[in-house]
């Protein structure tokens, strides 16, 4: 695909052609915000599975990849749905079952490493997490670490400050670079040629769009290049860091998108409680994922009702007066 030319596909092909089995992935968003939603359930559609998958802090898009059996490994800050799921449930199951390989790092070092896979650097460093168990307690073995070409050899390391005791730290610690296979974000605006406008916090999917090899960036507006050029300074992300672009609103439902729409606390509850039993969940995947075709019909299923509930005010970017216990 040229890099100028047009990136429009349908969000159905954009994840066949770009997600392969065992694909290092990352996603974007964070805990209720801008899950690309839409895209990760393409991808549980279509199966791809044995995934190793980067997150920062995300919440029920990461929970249903992993409840869909296609996260073989995971690197990860932070997993949870706010009030409705302090920590995501299928992710704990896994975890503690041993289904998964998983490894942990602070919120901060997992900023750091695509800030360093998004600068082209193998590492940055910083005295964050010096002391912590963080450090000593390794979720892949050397042995495993030395087979796969895509993960360093090691998952930390400490070295002495090479300028002394300068800034007031003799030790500093190294956190590697991410470089993932692929990168699934969600934002309000975007051009056929890739460009994008992130409204409100844009968390850390800058960095790591700008660190993976592809990104597949679904969107609420697919708006002409001169729209976004009437105010550039708005504009985040350029077009040579995009693979494709898919138009799909209310791409990040039931996650809110900010100026749009809010969180729906109705549909994170229910799936708090699908999530906690295995037949319910298979249930409920069966239901809302793979008996559609699209992120459409998945709204129909939900309801426009349920949309209309969580649209966003105007002047606040969130929805006003509604029940979020």
């Given at each position: ?5 047009n990136k429009?596909l349908?969000?159905?092909?954009a ?10 992935m990352?996603l974007?968003g964070?805990?209720l ?6 895209a990760?359930?393409e991808v549980?559609?279509?199966g791809?599975?044995d ?9 029920v ?5 992993i409840?869909?059996?296609l ?8 997993g949870g ?6 920590t995501c449930?299928?992710f ?5 079952n ?6 942990d790092?602070s919120?901060?070092?997992m900023?750091?490493?695509f ?11 910083t005295?964050?997490g010096?002391g912590?168990d963080i450090?000593e ?5 050397p042995e495993?670490?030395?087979?796969e070409?895509k993960i360093?050899d090691q998952?930390l390391v400490v070295?002495?400050n090479?300028f002394?005791d300068?800034a007031?730290a003799?030790?500093v610690?190294?956190v590697?670079a991410v470089?993932?296979?692929v990168?699934?974000?969600?934002v309000?605006?975007?051009d056929s040629?890739?460009n994008?406008?992130?409204?409100g ?12 090899r592809e990104?597949?960036?679904?969107c ?10 009437k105010?550039p ?15 799909v609103?209310?791409g990040a439902y ?16 229910d799936?708090?409680r ?5 037949n ?5 995947q069966?239901q809302?994922?793979?008996?559609v075709?699209s ?9 426009r009702d ?12 969130y929805a006003?007066?509604m029940k979020?216990?």
């Open positions: 695909m040229e890099p100028n030319g429009v349908e969000l159905s092909e994840v066949r052609s770009l997600v392969n089995p065992g694909a290092h990352s974007g964070f805990t915000n801008r899950n690309p939603m839409a990760i359930h549980i559609r279509q791809i599975g995934l190793h998958l980067y997150v920062h802090s995300n919440g898009g990461l929970d249903e990849l409840g869909a059996g996260i073989s490994r995971l690197e990860i800050a932070y749905v706010g009030k409705a799921t302090p449930i299928r704990k199951k896994a975890v503690q041993n289904e998964i390989q998983f490894e790092y919120n901060f070092m900023t750091l490493r800030l360093a896979g998004s600068l082209g650097v193998p590492f940055l460093p005295i964050s010096l912590t450090v307690k390794w979720g892949f073995s495993f670490r030395r087979s070409s360093p998952k070295m002495g090479p002394g300068w007031g003799s030790k610690l190294l590697p470089n993932p296979d990168t699934l974000i969600h309000q605006q975007a040629v890739g994008c406008r992130i409204e916090l844009t968390f850390v999917d800058l960095e790591q769009a700008k660190a993976s990104v597949i960036v679904t609420e507006e697919l708006v002409d290049t001169a729209e976004l050029r105010t300074e708005r504009n985040q992300l350029a077009m040579f860091h995009v693979s494709a672009v898919c138009h609103p209310h039931p996650t809110a998108c900010y100026r749009h729409y809010d969180y729906d606390p109705k549909y994170l509850q799936y708090d699908a999530a906690k039993n295995d319910l969940y298979r249930q409920y069966q809302y994922i793979h008996s075709f992120h459409s019909e998945f709204l129909d299923l939900v309801g349920r949309l209309r509930v969580v649209q966003a005010d105007p002047r606040t970017g006003v007066n979020r216990d």
